[in-house]
């Protein structure tokens, strides 16, 4: 069971990576008046995005509540390296994902509410820009401890 949610909870995160990185891109060309302002592609793709985010943090939830009993017994100088992978995920990984939700959904938010185009696009940049970061830095941070 562990293992399907983990490869589900892996697979969004790839899917989320590519929203975020066309909301990210149509918002720059947005920004730079090449395209116009549709309801679909800036407020139907970010709250499609927002609820991923949600999925995710529930399958994360649901990782940790499974992981964290496997956890009290890393803690032994046999078991340093594989304690410091599980603390990232515990500490880190958790931290990152958190503030790259509330930056999605502050991003949602001020795409649904503001009135000015353009002004739209730039905070769709700037949130949804910084959610994207978030998570490819937090996958990227995974990748490299572990190669």
Known sequence: MYSAILIFHIVISILLVCIAFYIV????????????????????????????LY???ILG???Y??????????????HANMYFSARFWAVEHTILMLFAIVFGHLGLV?????????EKFRKNLLYFGLCFL??????????IRND
């Open 25 to 52: 891109v149509r918002s720059l060309f947005g920004v730079f008046n090449k395209v116009s302002f549709s309801s679909f592609s800036e407020v139907s793709i970010p709250v499609f995005a927002v609820v991923l």
């Open 55 to 57: 999925l995710e943090l």
């Open 61 to 63: 939830m649901i990782l």
């Open 65 to 78: 509540a499974i992981h964290i009993n496997k956890l009290e017994t890393l803690v032994t100088q046999d």
């Open 110 to 118: 001020y795409a649904k509410n503001l009135e000015d185009d353009k």
């Open 134 to 143: 978030l998570i490819v830095f937090s996958v990227g941070m995974n990748m």
